[in-house]
């Protein structure tokens, strides 16, 4: 990588990772899925460019992002409780409670193990929903008997 960080290459077209979790090249859909793949794990925030960027080998194309550049994709259940979140760059990380948000719309949100947060997509939001609750529009989650209110996410950004 140059000292300057990565450098920034040209592409006809613009690409976009959309709030449901999709790529688009010019609003067209990225239909295979090993490239939507590989394009989420090099998805990266550069400060260097002020913008996010997929990212290979000390080059980046600038990539528009419509929520948060990572999404849950869908929630492993082990013994009928959620056990981890697996994510939309093929990764998965241990489910915590403490750490699902609420945002805008009532859309789930969770902060990850390293801080970035990741909007659920409908099957992980459906996974979670039967331990959700709400009163007086505050939303909790009971796990295993023990319940705690769910934070805003623009409380915690």
């Not at 990266?44 to 002020?50: A, G, L, R, V």
């Not at 948060?68 to 929630?75: F, I, L």
């Not at 760059?89 to 750490?99: I, L, M, V, Y």
Request: glycine share 6%.
């Amino acid at each position: 990588m140059d000292e300057n960080g990565p450098i920034l290459m040209s592409m006809p077209g613009r690409l976009k990772f959309t709030a449901d979790g999709k790529w688009l090249h010019d609003d067209v859909l990225v239909s295979n899925p090993k490239i939507a793949l590989y394009f989420s794990r090099h998805l990266k925030f550069s400060p260097d460019h002020e913008s996010y960027v997929v990212e290979v080998e000390g080059k980046c194309v600038k990539v528009e992002v419509e929520d948060t550049p990572v999404v849950v994709k869908s929630v492993r259940l082990e013994d009928e409780l959620p056990a981890a979140l697996l994510l939309g760059d093929g990764t998965e990380q241990a489910f915590s409670p403490a750490r699902i948000l609420v945002g805008v719309n009532d859309v789930l949100y969770c902060r990850l193990a390293d801080d970035r947060i990741a909007r659920l997509l409908r099957p992980a939001m459906q996974a979670l929903l039967p331990f959700i609750t709400s009163e007086n529009k505050q939303f909790f989650i009971s796990i295993s008997g023990q319940s705690q209110p769910i934070m805003r996410r623009e409380e915690v950004v």
